[in-house]
């Protein structure tokens, strides 16, 4: 009996030091993740004043996503020998020129995809890679600094397609003038009233410039670790509204070990005449084309320079 009321007392002491001490762990572990974001907190506000300063601002950030895949008498598929695969790439990149009287802001945003699915049994069955995301923009803002968030500014933006012939069919260039609005140093809003839409098409394809309105905002931020941006873009025509046209792209990439990371990547655009062009609406007006929504999406590693 005595030995088992000893045992007893032996097990409570050891239960309750190891109650204590993981406790003690845990109120430790706090403390250490209370000062580190303590620190990353410092660490952000100095880098924010260092993005504050005169001079070149750069950075770029991407994601890679792909996977290939082969069947061979897997007869569960209606195409039991089949190959399959897709790659997609895309990439944002800026270079920030920022003075005390003028800044000059230019990025580049590149989303390529290609796709495949190949029946080996079907000789008539396509074996290439085809083009699935497709978006190229190169966009140039300067600007003349009225105080510490507004600028007089102008605005030049050009988006089309690279693959498949498509380059410059269609293509849009926005030159504008108008005023740019800074609140704060990650975002940038343009609000250009006088602006001219070129579209830039070939062969059949039935496309209108117009003179209009230009919004564009721009939103980039980076914070351990991780790289944010969106962008919208916005033209409202003043001849017809189905000139008008608006795309807004979502990136974010996290980096995890020597730039290496996840990233992810959603676009959505809606353009009246791209969907008037795209179809066989030749019975059709384009106010009687339908407007849809267009959009693409890509997930995959992430490396940020």
């Given at each position: 009996m005595r030995k088992i009321v000893l045992t007893l007392v032996v097990m409570l002491a050891i239960t309750s030091t190891y109650a204590q001490t993981r406790e003690e762990l845990k109120a430790e572990q706090s403390a250490k993740k209370d000062?580190?974001?303590?620190?990353?907190?410092?660490?952000?506000?100095?880098?924010?004043?260092?993005?504050?300063?005169?001079?070149?601002k750069k950075g770029a950030f991407g994601t890679i996503g792909g996977n290939i895949s082969g069947f061979n008498d897997w007869y569960?598929?209606?195409?039991?020998?089949?190959?399959?695969?897709?790659?997609?790439?895309t990439f944002n990149g800026y270079a920030n020129l920022m003075q005390?009287?003028?800044?000059?802001?230019?990025?580049?945003?590149?989303?390529?995809?290609?796709?495949?699915?190949?029946?080996?049994?079907?000789?008539?069955?396509?074996?290439?890679?085809?083009?699935?995301?497709?978006?190229?923009?190169?966009?140039?803002?300067?600007g003349r600094?009225?105080?510490?968030?507004?600028?007089?500014?102008?605005?030049?933006?050009?988006?089309?397609?690279?693959?498949?012939?498509?380059?410059?069919?269609?293509?849009?260039?926005?030159?504008?003038?108008?005023?740019t609005w800074t609140p704060i140093t990650e975002l940038v809003v343009v609000i250009h009233p006088?602006?001219?839409?070129?579209?830039?098409?070939?062969?059949?394809?039935?496309?209108?410039?117009?003179?209009?309105?230009?919004?564009?905002?721009?939103?980039?931020?980076?914070?351990?670790?991780?790289?944010?941006?969106?962008?919208?873009?916005?033209?409202?025509?003043?001849?017809?509204?189905?000139?008008?046209?608006?795309?807004w792209t979502n990136s974010i990439g996290y980096t995890f070990w020597k730039g290496i990371g996840v990233g992810a990547e959603l676009g959505l655009r809606k353009n009246k005449q791209e969907a008037f062009n795209s179809a066989d609406n030749t019975s059709l007006t384009l106010a009687g084309a339908d407007s849809v929504l267009q959009s693409y999406w890509l997930v995959g590693l992430n490396y940020a320079f």
């Open positions: 000062s580190v974001t303590a620190i990353q907190g410092r660490v952000d506000a100095i880098q924010g004043q260092i993005d504050a300063l005169p001079g070149w569960s598929k209606s195409a039991p020998n089949s190959s399959t695969g897709s790659v997609g790439i005390e009287k003028f800044f000059w802001r230019n990025s580049l945003g590149v989303n390529l995809a290609w796709i495949k699915n190949d029946n080996t049994d079907d000789p008539t069955d396509s074996d290439n890679f085809d083009a699935a995301n497709d978006v190229f923009t190169l966009t140039s803002l300067y600094k009225l105080n510490s968030k507004w600028a007089i500014s102008g605005l030049a933006e050009y988006r089309t397609a690279l693959l498949e012939g498509n380059f410059n069919d269609p293509g849009y260039l926005d030159l504008g003038v108008g005023a006088l602006n001219y839409n070129f579209v830039f098409s070939k062969g059949a394809t039935s496309y209108e410039s117009s003179l209009g309105a230009k919004v564009v905002a721009d939103y980039t931020k980076k914070i351990a670790g991780v790289n944010f941006k969106s962008n919208l873009s916005a033209f409202l025509s003043y001849s017809e509204t189905d000139y008008s046209n608006w795309t």
